[in-house]
């Protein structure tokens, strides 16, 4: 299936198969910052950062609490991070994978000026209250809402097959989900394992979200085998229609095919 097609398909909640080419780590050559040797004997594979990266400057004005240790426009990062990946290079795996964002929508940011769907709206085991049939549709997606007003002293709205409130945000082993940090993966998935590392090779994946270091942390039914779904936070949703699903804050909502190292 093309790109385009599948991420179509997904973008409707649709089911999917898709499997990504192998890794051919001769494209992770060029432009920047390559990985040391760690012998006299012992030449890795061509695994030098690529792409373009972009330091934020202070003029930005979204979301740079996640880009306070990067002001000083410092990348000898890089260099530490892909050095770390081949202290073990016998262990350490590459794949290619689609990657998606999803986050947790405020309720507040849903509005009839905006254009969202305010109908009213109530589901079993929202204790008799209603909220707004967009509101409710988002939080089927992403799986927790944030609240206008608390519940009994929750501050979140809840959907995993059975609706309810919280106080945090979980992932699938009662962990809380922790911004740009935290990502879903399918349960059976052949790459990751909860807890471990997974290091995105991918420029346009941190220039949007400012890390390249995730840990599996939740799973989800819709998810495909190959598709890593990293968690932004907290955020006013894009826009109505399926710009529901997208938190306004970060540019990236879909890319094929990005490196991984797990």
């Not at 051919?24 to 012992?42: A, C, D, H, K, T």
């Not at 000898?76 to 892909?82: E, H, M, P, Q, R």
């Not at 997974?198 to 598709?227: C, F, H, K, P």
Request: proline share 8%; aromatic share 14%.
């Amino acid at each position: 299936m093309e790109p385009l097609a599948a991420a179509l398909l997904w973008s409707f909640g649709l089911p999917f198969y898709l499997e990504p080419p192998i890794p051919n780590l001769s494209e992770i050559s060029v432009l920047r910052y390559p990985v040391p040797v760690l012998g006299e004997q012992q030449a890795l594979p061509s695994a030098y950062w690529f792409g373009s990266l972009k330091i934020p400057v202070e003029s930005e004005p979204l979301h740079r609490d996640h880009y306070d240790d990067l002001t000083n426009k410092d990348t000898s990062f890089w260099d530490a991070a892909l050095l770390d990946l081949h202290h073990d290079p016998v262990k350490t795996k590459f794949a290619r994978v689609l990657v998606t964002v999803y986050y947790t929508p405020r309720e507040s940011g849903f509005t009839a000026e905006r254009g969202f769907d305010m109908t009213q709206e109530t589901r079993s085991g929202l204790g008799g209250r209603y909220f707004s049939k967009d509101f409710l549709r988002a939080v089927t997606v992403e799986g927790f809402g944030v609240l206008a007003e608390p519940y009994n002293g929750k501050k979140y709205i809840k959907y995993d097959g059975r609706w309810g409130y919280g106080d945090r945000q979980l992932g699938n082993r009662n962990n809380t989900l922790v911004p740009r940090v935290s990502v879903a993966a399918h349960r059976r998935s052949p790459f990751f394992q909860r807890g471990k590392p997974i290091r995105a090779l991918d420029d346009d994946v941190y220039n949007a979200l400012g890390s390249i270091d995730w840990e599996l942390a939740d799973t989800g039914g819709g998810l495909n085998m190959w598709q890593l779904d990293l968690f932004w936070g907290v955020d006013d949703p894009l826009g109505p229609g399926m710009d529901r699903f997208r938190p306004m804050g970060c540019p990236l909502a879909v890319k094929f095919w990005v490196l991984v190292a797990h």
